[in-house]
T-cell receptor
Framework: DAGVTQSPTHLIKTRGQHVTLRCSPI?????VSWYQQVLGQGPQFIFQYYEKEERGRGNFPDRFSARQFPNYSSELNVNALLLGDSALYLCASSPWTGGGGAEETQYFGPGTRLLVL | AQSVTQLGSHVSVSEGALVLLRCNYSSSVPPYLFWYVQYPNQGLQLLLKYTSAATLVKGINGFEAEFKKSETSFHLTKPSAHMSDAAEYFCAVRTTGRRALTFGSGTRLQVQP
């Protein structure tokens, strides 16, 4: 079975531009989460989506937004890019049981590396 | 609130030596704990997870971790290091009430020949 897939793998943008990152979850997984990993740090939670609704949000500005589609794939959008947005953006998929229990383990994709110049 | 502390940003061992990567967590409710590995220029791969079923958890590639509630620790070990184990390792915590993973800052493992 295919794992989590993300596109593109690499992206270079300039300050002020907008970017869209895409993610397809593992087949059968209905929840998608997004994380930002700045060089030298652990991943930081941005969003979680289930059934096209936002189910969790981390401490990120409103320039960051996301959505989930009926096929459970997801997009992360970042507006007005800043140099500090340069990072590896990771998507994770998980089953959703409703209880938030151990079954909802997150599996990560390879990430999209964004460089803002 | 939940948090994770990984002691030692860099650990260097000789090939064949014991690997010990330290992780301490803070959580006000029973946690789920995870170890992920990240190879250069790749995403995160799940090594193992603690879900309260057993305190000693075995994972892939010969790694295991022991949950010690009294010490709030979940250290990762491997009896004999291999060159292919060189990577960055992240400990993460989650609880039933909060689905988002909280990660530690990571430990880079270097394996010397």
């Amino acid at each position: 079975d295919a794992g989590v897939t993300q596109s593109p793998t690499h992206l270079i943008k300039t300050r002020g531009q907008h970017v869209t990152l895409r993610c397809s979850p593992i087949s059968g997984h209905k929840s998608v989460s997004w994380y930002q990993q700045v060089l030298g740090q652990g991943p930081q939670f941005i969003f979680q989506y289930y059934e096209k609704e936002e189910r969790g949000r981390g401490n990120f500005p409103d320039r960051f937004s996301a959505r989930q589609f009926p096929n459970y794939s997801s997009e992360l959008n970042v507006n007005a890019l800043l140099l500090g947005d340069s990072a590896l953006y990771l998507c994770a998929s998980s089953p959703w049981t409703g209880g938030g229990g151990a079954e909802e383990t997150q599996y990560f994709g390879p990430g999209t590396r964004l460089l803002v110049l | 609130a939940q948090s994770v502390t990984q002691l030692g940003s860099h650990v260097s061992v000789s090939e064949g030596a014991l690997v010990l990567l330290r992780c301490n967590y803070s959580s006000s409710v029973p946690p789920y704990l995870f170890w992920y590995v990240q190879y250069p220029n790749q995403g995160l791969q799940l090594l193992l997870k603690y879900t309260s079923a057993a305190t000693l958890v075995k994972g892939i590639n010969g790694f295991e971790a022991e949950f010690k509630k009294s010490e709030t620790s979940f250290h990762l070990t491997k009896p004999s290091a291999h060159m292919s184990d060189a990577a960055e390792y992240f400990c993460a915590v989650r609880t039933t009430g909060r689905r988002a993973l909280t990660f530690g800052s990571g430990t880079r493992l270097q394996v010397q020949p």
